[in-house]
């Protein structure tokens, strides 16, 4: 089993900035499917950003133009860049490897002024 660690989480102000890290236990990021999801209170857990082994992305077309996911197969570490947050992206932010199911413990970003 993968062991993924997030961070990077917290508390910000809308139209502000986060990036979240999650940190692999291995060199797996270059050969696994890796998305970025979250879950807000209520409500369903949903893909948020994903990138192939190949390095193409997709996001949910809430995030599209704010958030960026990205990949250092050196560090063993993959991003999730938000910018513009809004309030409505508060949730607990989880690094999965979903086609493994491995998940990391989650990370709670809260948008609020």
């Known amino acids: 089993q993968v062991h993924l660690v997030e961070s990077g989480g917290g508390l910000v102000q809308p139209g502000g900035s986060l990036r979240l890290s999650c940190a692999a236990s291995?060199?797996?990021?270059?050969?696994?499917?890796t998305g970025w999801y979250r879950q807000a209170p209520g409500k369903q857990r949903e893909l948020v950003a994903a990138?192939?082994?190949?390095?193409?992305?997709n996001y949910a077309d809430s995030v599209k133009g704010r958030f960026t996911i990205s990949r250092d197969n050196a560090k063993n570490t993959v991003y999730l860049q938000m910018n513009n947050l809004k309030p409505e992206d508060t949730a607990v932010y989880y690094c999965?490897?979903?086609?493994?199911?491995?998940w990391g413990q989650g990370t709670q970003v809260t948008v609020s002024s």
């Open positions: 999965a490897l979903p086609l493994s199911g491995d």
């Open positions: 990138i192939t082994i190949g390095g193409n992305t």
């Open positions: 291995g060199s797996i990021f270059s050969t696994k499917y």
